[in-house]
T-cell receptor, first 110, second 113 residues
Framework: AQRVTQPEKLLSVFKGAPVELKCNYSYSGSPELFWYVQYSRQRLQLLLRHISRESIKGFTADLNKGETSFHLKKPFAQEEDSAMYYCALRDMNRDDKIIFGKGTRLHILP | DGGITQSPKYLFRKEGQNVTLSCEQNLNHDAMYWYRQDPGQGLRLIYY???????QKGDIAEGYSVSREKKESFPLTVTSAQKNPTAFYLC????????????FGEGSRLTVL
């Protein structure tokens, strides 16, 4: 069965330090993966998609099919990055079912 | 003002009562989704629908029911069969074209007393 795993519940990083939020998935086929972010008192929103290969707010994520990972990275953390981050997988073989990991709370220390 | 609207924001019900949560979107999106968000559990998929008059069970559908009679609306009923209904419920929608990202509502918090 498809699954998304985010092993860290909480990640605390000093401002200016690099950030890496881990995401691993299990899926038979070619997955479509996403990172969503929820800032305090805001709606959950898309941060980036793997097929766009873009950098949003300094974040990037590379799909590694060999390691079945889609880790989110940023070279220099900023205080406004503090938020809840969710990795998500779209199952194109099952009517666009979209499942999420349990999320990682990123806390940027001053 | 375009978007996805959930109501009510807060809802209290007695045990054994069915409850219906509303989700409406004016984004002309084809697909709609219901998730349950519990602390430490992330978002768990309850039901989803790709087109009108069709929907599929998600991973935790037991004790819930939905309907999709109109493209804009996807109400969720939490039935008395749901063993642990107190939770935060999120509705989302997406188009089948383009980026296909999910757009989320603000959520509904249900407390069963």
């Amino acid at each position: 069965a498809q699954r998304v795993t985010q092993p860290e519940k909480l990640l605390s990083v000093f401002k200016g330090a690099p950030v890496e939020l881990k995401c691993n998935y299990s899926y038979s086929g070619s997955p479509e993966l996403f990172w969503y972010v929820q800032y305090s008192r805001q709606r959950l929103q898309l941060l980036l998609r793997h097929i766009s290969r873009e950098s949003i707010k300094g974040f990037t994520a590379d799909l590694n099919k060999g390691e079945t990972s889609f880790h989110l990275k940023k070279p220099f953390a900023q205080e406004e990055d503090s938020a809840m981050y969710y990795c998500a997988l779209r199952d194109m073989n099952r009517d666009d079912k979209i499942i999420f990991g349990k999320g990682t709370r990123l806390h940027i220390l001053p | 003002d375009g978007g996805i609207t959930q109501s009510p924001k807060y809802l209290f019900r007695k045990e054994g009562q069915n409850v219906t949560l509303s989700c409406e979107q004016n984004l002309n999106h084809d697909a709609m989704y219901w998730y349950r968000q519990d602390p430490g559990q992330g978002l768990r998929l309850i039901y989803y629908s790709q087109i009108v008059n069709d929907f599929q069970k998600g991973d935790i559908a037991e004790g819930y029911s939905v309907s999709r009679e109109k493209k804009e609306s996807f109400p969720l009923t939490v039935t008395s069969a749901q063993k642990n209904p107190t939770a935060f419920y999120l509705c989302a929608s997406r188009t089948h074209t383009g980026a296909g990202e999910l757009f989320f509502g603000e959520g509904s918090r249900l407390t069963v007393l």
